[in-house]
């Protein structure tokens, strides 16, 4: 089992960058998939960006590609989702997910979720 826990929300104006972490517990961390993902209130649930077990494979949506980035360290089991030129449309609560091995953008695929941490982008 794999335990998350986001970090690093916040209040920031448009243009502004956050850096989220996401501490994970659990000795099979490095065999896991992680994922990002925001929730907007009123809207379903959305994919951000994941990264592949090993940090080889990342991919983003679109509506982030070039300002986001999401890394990993797997000696201090914790990955890593910088957002740069942020804007109020970014505004929501992000959360991390974990999955065992295969890379997904899917969030029903993803077993392990952390609570969420706020991001709110004023304009």
């Known amino acids: 089992q794999v335990h998350l826990v986001e970090s690093g929300g916040g209040f920031v104006q448009a243009g502004g960058s956050l850096r989220l972490s996401c501490a994970a517990s659990?000795?099979?961390?490095?065999?896991?998939?992680i994922g990002w993902f925001r929730q907007a209130p009123g809207k379903e649930r959305e994919f951000v960006a994941t990264?592949?077990?090993?940090?080889?494979?990342?991919t983003y949506a679109d509506s982030v590609k070039g300002r986001f980035t999401i890394s990993r360290n797997n000696a201090r089991n914790t990955v890593y989702l910088q957002m740069n030129s942020l804007k109020p449309e970014d505004t929501a609560v992000y959360y991390c997910?974990?999955?065992?091995?295969?890379?997904?953008?899917?969030?029903?695929?993803?077993?392990?979720w952390g609570q969420g941490t706020q991001v709110t982008v004023s304009s």
């Open positions: 659990g000795r099979t961390f490095r065999s896991y998939a």
């Open positions: 997910a974990g999955k065992w091995q295969a890379v997904t953008t899917t969030p029903r695929a993803y077993d392990y």
């Open positions: 990264i592949s077990s090993s940090g080889s494979t990342t």
